[in-house]
């Protein structure tokens, strides 16, 4: 008996791909959708290990949007365009490295003083 290993994708609302695996790791698939398979020998770790090395990107980009729709049983790569269309980014996705810590050390500092009732 072939060894056969099937790729599944989650989908948000808009039919993106918000999370792949295999069915090597996934114990419980529901929720998912089989979106491929392969027997063993056809490029087995890029099955086996379809987080990393399915998709030529990674699920997701810079700003947390979906990279990749499922559609007509494919895997499309979702343009710029589309990507902001459907996923607009918020001003709080555009902060800096630096902006954020600032935030999170005021946040942390604003904690402190709350707990010493200052």
């Known amino acids: 008996m072939e060894d056969i290993i099937k790729v599944y994708a ?9 999370a792949i695996n295999s069915s090597v790791f996934l114990s419980n698939t529901e929720g998912y959708i089989e ?12 099955y086996v290990h379809a987080q ?11 700003q947390g ?5 499922y559609t007509d049983n494919k895997v499309i790569e979702l343009s710029e365009e589309e990507k902001e269309e459907l996923y607009p980014v918020t001003q709080e996705q555009h902060l800096t490295n630096d902006e954020r810590i600032d935030l999170l ?4 500092q604003d904690l402190i003083l709350s707990t010493l009732n200052i």
């Open 65 to 69: 949007r979906p990279n990749y729709r």
């Open 52 to 62: 990393g090395n399915y998709l030529e990107k990674s699920v997701h980009d810079e």
């Open 105 to 108: 050390e005021q946040a942390v």
């Open 35 to 46: 979106i491929d398979t392969s027997e063993s020998g056809r490029e087995r770790d890029v």
């Open 10 to 18: 989650y989908l948000d609302e808009h039919s993106s791909i918000i």
